[in-house]
């Protein structure tokens, strides 16, 4: 399941952890008051006196500003944790990605050559289309929210780069029914189909990120981009999502 909504159900194994680190905690912190108890100053206190300068109670007293002082500490990285977690589980991915099945293949580890894998990848599609349940197929090489990601340079025609501007992106290659199957909604025009195929003009989808950077105020769609040694024509726009 490539959901990225955290799992906030409750954990034994957490809970029995917190539980003993609280403890032992306790017993440390609690251990050096204790053992003082057990020695009082008896002469000072049958006489009604405090002595002066005790150093068990300037001890006491650092203790105390210690614990404060971590108690303070914790509080304040366990508020910032919860307010990270909520703005992670709110921010706008992009995708949907829920009820998602993932699997990772790699036929070419196998020896299968290109005609072969791609045969293979038809094959896995056509048996997943025909299962109950499933409502859209696709694959990708880069999940979103991944550890790995590629990139490349571009270039594009009529755009002037600024002195040192950043021209590389990062870039996936997907199939048809990979928009539908994770959730990416296509803003403008069209997606993939099976007529992209090797033999056809290549093409590209954006997103609107892209699009607003190269082409501001113009229609993207039918724009050149010069990528890996080939013209890529712009057929779709996808609204800018979360990547890495």
Request: charged content about 20%; hydrophobic content about 40%; some cysteine.
């Amino acid at each position: 399941d490539v959901d990225v909504t955290p799992n906030l159900r409750l954990s034994v194994p957490v809970l029995l952890f917190t539980m003993l680190v609280t403890l032992v905690t306790g017993v440390l912190f609690g251990l050096a008051p204790a053992l003082q108890a057990t020695r009082p100053a008896l002469i000072p206190a049958l006489k009604g006196e405090a002595p002066a300068g005790d150093s068990r109670s300037r001890a006491s007293r650092t203790l105390v500003v210690v614990q404060m002082a971590l108690s303070m500490l914790l509080l304040v990285c366990a508020g910032l944790f919860l307010r990270s977690l909520r703005n992670a589980t709110s921010i706008d991915k992009g995708f949907t990605g829920g009820n998602v099945l993932l699997a990772d293949v790699q036929p070419e580890l196998q020896g299968y050559s290109r005609a072969r894998a791609d045969q293979f990848y038809r094959t896995i599609v056509e048996r997943l289309h025909a299962a109950p349940g499933v409502e859209a197929v696709g694959y990708n090489e880069n999940l979103p929210l991944s550890l790995g990601n590629s990139q490349t340079g571009v270039q594009i025609p009529g755009y002037t780069p600024s002195k040192d501007e950043q021209m590389s992106i990062d870039y996936d290659v997907v199939s048809p029914g990979y928009f539908t199957a994770i959730g990416i909604r296509v803003a403008r025009w069209r997606g993939f189909t099976e007529a992209d195929d090797s033999t056809a003009q290549p093409v590209i989808v954006v997103n609107e990120r892209f699009a607003e950077r190269f082409w501001p105020g113009q229609d993207a769609i039918g724009k050149t981009v010069k990528a890996r040694g080939r013209d890529y024509i712009v057929i779709g726009v996808v609204p800018t999502g979360k990547y890495r």
